[in-house]
């Protein structure tokens, strides 16, 4: 039997992953509203969409972050919107289950 085979099966017959507690979902629930206002999404002009990621104390208003300097923040170019929002998504769930997992269960 190859090894790819016995991974494969080794895989198949593990147990289901837990679910996640309470505790956990409420972490990830407050790291999802938390990270939504964190990444802002900037329409540059008609071919340059901007992510831009504040630090976690600086997630009040633009300005605020601006006055900071460009150091205060991180940029992601993007030329469409429709990538700046996928990566954006993505960056938030991310984010979100890591804050969950990190939790007490």
Do not use: C
């Not at 629930?29 to 008609?46: G, W």
């Not at 030329?79 to 804050?99: M, N």
Request: avoid cysteine; aromatic fraction near 6%.
């Amino acid at each position: 039997m190859s090894t790819n085979r016995k991974a494969l099966r080794a895989r198949r017959s593990a147990p289901p992953p837990p679910e996640p507690t309470e505790n956990q979902m409420d972490e990830a629930l407050i790291a999802f509203e938390r990270a939504k206002v964190r990444y802002r999404l900037i329409q540059i002009h008609a071919a340059m969409f901007v992510v831009r990621v504040l630090p976690e104390m600086l997630s009040g208003p633009l300005s605020f972050s601006e006055a900071m300097g460009p150091d205060a923040y991180a940029d992601h170019r993007f030329t469409d919107e429709a990538s700046a929002r996928q990566w954006r998504e993505r960056e938030i769930i991310r984010e979100a289950i890591t804050a969950g997992m990190r939790a007490k269960p």
